[in-house]
């Protein structure tokens, strides 16, 4: 009995320890920054976003960006839907009416991948495509 003792009182030790470390990885990670990096968003990812807050989505299609200036709410994700079949790569440009130090660019964006952001900051954060400068906007980020 005190074999499965043991055992059964590491297993949730293990666990917590697992959750804890977890848990932190991740909130430590956007401190400081105006724009957390979702990545190329998984669907899994993407309808677990969805349950727990609004997500403005952006399609690029036709090269064209659909919707380039939205507003959003700040913490609200922003993801961009690539429907075309060339990549893009978003760039956000600093110092205009926000407060980025540094331009930030995001990953490229094969057909048919999506790519997400969070805005951890209020102002505007003007972008355009690094591989077609003609495709911009603007992302307005309200309380």
């Not at 297993?11 to 990885?25: D, M, Q, R």
């Not at 990953?107 to 505007?124: K, L, N, S, Y």
Request: include cysteine; glycine fraction near 6%.
């Amino acid at each position: 009995m005190g074999i499965l003792y043991f055992i059964r009182t590491t297993k949730w030790l293990c666990l917590l320890c697992l959750t804890a470390s977890l848990g932190a990885g991740t909130a430590g990670a956007t401190d400081g920054q105006p724009i957390l990096d979702l990545g190329i968003v998984s669907w899994i990812q993407y309808q677990k976003k969805q349950l727990f807050a609004d997500v403005t989505n952006i399609a690029i299609h036709d090269n064209a960006i659909q919707t380039p200036n939205v507003t959003v709410s700040i913490y609200q994700a922003v993801v961009f839907e690539n429907m075309d079949k060339i990549s893009h790569r978003l760039v956000f440009l600093s110092g205009i009416d926000n407060k980025m130090e540094t331009a930030y660019t995001s990953a490229v964006i094969q057909p048919t991948e999506r790519w997400g952001a969070e805005f951890h900051d209020f102002g505007v954060f003007p972008y355009h495509c690094t591989i077609h400068p003609e495709e911009r906007g603007d992302i307005t980020v309200t309380l």
